[in-house]
């Protein structure tokens, strides 16, 4: 009895006090944000944006190194537990994506904002409001480009746990209806951007037009090429398949949305060195730039990233833990053209089948497009400042030919007799490269591009920061040139000898036009920037390129290795010859099937929503 009564006089005595101290009661949580909290505090807000922001998909990008060794220019020469990625072919499931999770989130968030932001300037919420609205239409296009039509979800779904789920399984949209939500989304909130004017790294009116140039000129391809085919990929309910009467205006959307970002001062290609290589290697490894659009920002001590770490030069690592994982693959190399606009091939031997001598393994590329001195790290090129020791053996004359000797052991000397005299000469470089090696060139290639020279930046604890460019100008120029070409315009040539003067060609180096020099064109300036592999597939050509072939040119990673010629008194001695190889540890070709056009629903998302129509061939 009398803990019951000491229990009702204290449940008494809380009751009263409360009624005359009622804040005594209703103190604000010190471990909780409150709605009210939340949505009016612009710190908070943009903290919750930060979060979105850092959430944007991808599948190549961000500095994902292993993602970029999948794709035809480059291969995997990192730790053996992953060779995978250099025999595997693409799954019913690649480039599957289906995060209803952020969707989810953005939708709650801008129903509060709405509800509950009562205190915040009406300009800074529309701001917000539109943020999180081009968040969620970037993520609509994620969706689209992988999936094809998904269902169009705006708003919160809720269960009302009345034992009837069906109202929360929405169908999918049409392909066209999602990337019309995109354009009309961006279309709507480009304007409320406008206050975020100058960034790179929050989106803003030119960002959400970047955005524009991208989706549409995706739609318009889709919906020419589709078609084009002996049997168009397609369903039913227009889940997957654009009409083809549909081309030329999501065509037309393209290029107007990148005229617009053309005219704007505040953006330009970056064209700051005279050396065009060195030029195109700073573009991205600066953060004071006016080529980036839209980037994720990196900084060290709070968020910095791993691929200098991953992939700088095997003798230039300031770890000696990891390096040299992603390695170039020598048809990239070849796709870069030469300066008097021939053809990329390297020229190993001559027409008689005889191999081409060169004083200096970086002659074989002079004249080259300097796009490839920024992107890639060759024989005989140098990297901060110090030329990289990339020599794979030796050539030595023997029964009227020369044969190739190499040595296990990077760096390693290759002794000679000199007419009686013994002499030494460096017999596979600190670089390499060595064939069924790991952390060290397998191609004879390092990549360059987004590899910072910033000190410490291979180091733990340290790492780079420089930015991964979602949007940049180069690819707002052939954005504008495919589209403007897709619809007859004379002028389409124009944007892409503007962006090729840039890059170090003379001007007006094109004088028509056509698909295979934009395909080319996007292909080296936009390598390893999360293109190539959406581009193939809108195009329609995946399943060309990747054949599975085991002669594929692209199908199948191959290298080039230099050696030293060790010939004594003859005047071949002390050059360099080249072969072409085909790494070891690359063992099986690239096979992109019909079926990887659009990728699987997973099995537990069709169970939960019978609605669900699913993609053709799966």
């Known amino acids: 009895m009398k803990n019951i009564f000491i229990t009702i006089s204290l449940m008494t005595l809380l009751l009263t006090a409360g009624c005359k101290h009622e804040d005594w009661l209703h103190r604000d949580p010190k471990d909780i944000i409150t709605d009210e909290q939340l949505w009016n505090d612009p710190v908070l807000l943009t903290s919750l944006l930060a979060n979105y922001y850092d959430r944007l998909p991808q599948l190549h990008g961000v500095f994902n190194t292993g993602g ?32 209803y999770a952020l969707i989810r989130d953005i939708n709650l968030s801008l129903e509060n904002i709405e509800e509950h932001s009562v205190s915040i300037e009406p300009e800074q919420k529309e701001l917000f409001i539109a943020e999180l609205r081009f968040i969620r239409a970037f993520v609509y296009f994620e969706l689209v480009k992988r999936m094809g039509g998904v269902p169009l979800v705006t708003e919160q779904l809720i269960y009302d746990f009345g034992g009837d789920p069906t109202y929360l399984q929405i169908p999918r949209s049409k392909e066209h209806e999602i990337y019309d939500f995109v354009f009309d989304e961006l279309e709507d909130i480009k304007d409320n951007l406008a206050l975020n004017s100058g960034s790179r790294t929050r989106a803003n009116t030119v960002t959400a037009l970047a955005l524009q140039s991208r989706a549409m000129l995706y739609a318009g391809s889709i919906s020419k090429y589709n078609a084009l085919m002996g049997s168009p990929i397609s369903t039913p309910g227009g889940e997957v398949g654009i009409p083809a009467s549909m081309a030329n205006d999501y065509y037309t959307k393209s290029l107007t949305a990148s005229k617009a970002i053309l005219s704007n001062s505040t953006y330009s290609l970056y064209d700051a060195n005279s050396d065009k290589g060195a030029n195109f290697y700073d573009m991205l490894n600066t953060k004071s730039t ?34 040299s994982t992603l390695t170039p693959s020598l048809s990239f190399v070849e796709s870069f053209d030469y300066l ?23 002659d074989l590329f002079a004249d080259k497009d300097p796009r490839l001195a920024g992107t890639v790290v060759y024989p005989g090129a140098t990297f901060k400042g110090r030329e990289v020791s990339m020599q794979a053996g030796v050539a030595v004359w023997e029964n009227g030919r020369y044969q190739f000797r190499t040595s296990a052991r990077l760096g390693d000397q290759f002794e000679y007799d000199d007419g009686g005299t013994k002499r030494q000469v460096l017999w596979t470089g600190f670089d390499g490269p060595s064939d069924n090696a790991q952390d060290v060139s397998n191609t004879g290639f390092y990549i360059r591009k987004f590899v910072s020279d910033a000190a410490g930046a291979s180091a733990r604890g340290i790492a780079a920061e420089n930015w991964w460019p979602w949007f940049r100008m180069g690819e707002i120029y052939l954005n504008a040139a495919e589209a403007a070409f897709e619809l007859g315009e004379a002028n389409a040539v124009d944007y892409m000898n503007t962006l090729r003067e840039r890059a170090g060609f003379e001007p007006n180096s094109i004088q028509q036009l056509t698909t295979d020099i934009i395909r080319n064109e996007r292909r080296v300036e936009l390598a390893f920037e999360d293109h190539r592999f959406f581009d193939l597939k809108r195009w329609r050509i995946a399943h060309q390129v990747w054949n599975g072939s085991e002669s594929g040119p692209n199908a199948v990673v191959r290298g080039l290795y230099s050696y030293l010629i060790v010939r004594p008194g003859h005047p071949d001695h002390g050059k360099y010859i080249f072969e072409t190889i085909r790494p070891a540890r690359f063992r099986r070709a690239r096979l992109f099937r019909m079926a990887n056009y659009y990728s699987s629903i997973d099995q537990a998302v069709l169970n939960n929503n019978p609605k669900l129509v699913r993609n053709p061939f799966h």
């Open 68 to 99: 970029m060794s999948e794709i035809d220019d480059a291969m995997w020469s990192g730790h053996r537990d992953q060779n995978w990625r250099n025999d595997f072919q693409y799954g019913d499931d690649y480039g599957r994506y289906w995060d």
């Open 340 to 362: 008097d606009g021939s053809k990329g091939s390297l020229r190993i031997k001559d027409g008689s089948g005889d191999y081409i001598r060169y004083e200096h393994p970086a």
């Open 290 to 323: 006016t080529e980036v659009i839209f980037a994720k920002d990196f900084k060290q001590g709070v968020k910095s990233h791993w691929f200098t770490y991953d992939n700088i030069v095997k003798s230039f690592t300031e770890d000696n833990e990891s390096s």
